[in-house]
């Protein structure tokens, strides 16, 4: 009825199970080798397809929950203020007020310092959501080469990260869970996917989602309020019951994470889906390209059956949390294909627009109608839409100068 991507949607519902779980469970491959939930999503699409929206039809439980934790602090914090400016007669006579800890645990713009300083004190996780991943992407290296850059890498593999600046009070976070989603233009993303990023590891972490869009027409079809409150109801649910019954701390207020393990039945399959994998890392046949990015989705594939075994027993559909189940992993294999169907798709989108911006390039002189000509010459079946953009006139024109060719 809202005319949405079922792709962008289904995104930003796996970042809305990454926040919720957090730091509450983890699973264990195996001895010495245990995984987090921590994503990170790029919804790639051209301006105008809905990224925004389609996520916000699907987050907005979370940012719910958020303002109401937003809210509660700031109430809390302003009767601790008042209460600090009370004599010592005063505060005996009224209940004694402790300084509250945020427990805000969805940022948007917030610096490096800012959302180490909230990480420290809500210890479960800090989603970072943003509508364009472009800025997030620039501040990768905003203050000095490599700093911020460190600091996210160490954060994806859920390793300790500490900050040494002088504006940050909480420098170091033991076990960061920062799940990152937004949207993000094709152009700007294969901009970014430079050979710097790529040996470094950084966009062999990124899940990227570019399902081909159509724009819907505006449809009569209406929900049913009772759908829209039952899925605003269960997120909320699902939240409340793994912060209040999974998240256990010790005495010094750190997480004690839950560790989940694979069942012998998940144990074969994983085994199966890592020798395909590694079979494929080895072969002469796949692009170098491709293959840095599937080491990382060895790590992810136990990622993602975690999310969905709890997300399963919460459903009463599989029989323990901390038991991944044979379907729970065969459905992170589907996930596991379909990001890296989505990388290829990407690189091929990215080959295509370099020729033709050389093409370009190399016909600058040239009418538009030559360029068009030229880019059929080289290539029968170039990309007419991607052509049209860089040209900035429409597919229809190209398709005139090509018939009048032919």
């Known amino acids: 009825t809202l005319n949405s991507s079922i792709d962008y949607m289904g995104c930003a519902f796996m970042w809305v199970l990454s926040v919720i779980i957090g730091n509450s469970i983890k699973v264990q491959v195996k001895t010495g080798w245990i995984e987090s939930v921590n994503l990170w999503l790029a919804l790639v699409g051209k301006p105008g397809v809905g990224k925004t929206p389609n996520i916000e039809n699907v987050i907005f439980p979370l940012h719910k929950a958020n303002s109401n934790e937003i809210k509660n602090y700031i109430k809390k914090m302003t009767a601790f203020e008042k209460y600090q400016e009370l004599d010592k007669k005063e505060k005996e006579r009224v209940e004694e007020q402790k300084q509250p800890k945020k427990t805000q645990f969805i940022a948007n713009d917030i610096t490096l310092e800012a959302l180490i300083d909230l990480h420290s004190e809500n210890k479960n996780s800090i989603g970072v959501f943003k509508d364009e991943l472009s800025g997030w992407l620039k501040d990768m290296n905003k203050y000095r080469a490599g700093s911020d850059l460190e600091f996210w890498l160490s954060t994806w593999s859920n390793k300790g990260v500490s900050l040494n600046r002088r504006t940050s009070k909480n420098a170091f976070i033991e076990s960061p869970i920062i799940p990152v989603l937004g949207g993000i233009q094709p152009g700007i993303l294969n901009g970014f ?90 072969s002469d046949v796949e692009n170098e390209y491709m293959k840095s990015m599937l080491p990382k989705q060895k790590s992810y594939i136990p990622r993602f059956a975690l999310m969905l075994n709890v997300l399963y027993a919460h459903e009463g559909t599989s029989k323990s949390m901390f038991v991944i189940s044979k379907e729970s992993m065969l459905a992170a294999e589907k996930l596991s294909k379909y990001f890296i169907n989505m990388a290829k798709k990407i690189k091929i989108d990215s080959v295509e627009v370099g020729e033709l911006k050389q093409v370009i390039t190399n016909n600058k002189t040239k009418s538009k109608k030559e360029t068009v000509i030229e880019a059929y010459k080289l290539n029968p079946d170039f990309n007419k839409k991607e052509l049209a953009e860089l040209l900035g006139i429409s597919r229809q024109s190209i398709y005139n100068m090509l018939n009048e060719v032919k």
């Not at 049913?224 to 019954?245: A, T």
């Not at 989940?260 to 074969?268: D, T, V």
């Open 193 to 282: 996917f430079s050979s710097e990023n790529k040996d470094n590891g950084f966009v062999d972490r990124m899940l990227t989602c570019y399902p081909e869009v159509k724009i819907e027409e505006f449809s009569d079809a209406e929900m049913d309020e009772e759908v829209h409150e039952w899925y605003n109801s269960y997120i909320l649910n699902f939240y409340d019951k793994i912060k209040k019954e999974y998240l256990l701390k010790d005495s010094d207020d750190e997480i004690i994470s839950h560790v989940a393990l694979l069942s012998p039945e998940a144990k074969i399959e994983y085994k199966r889906i890592d020798k395909e994998i590694t079979a494929i890392q080895n």
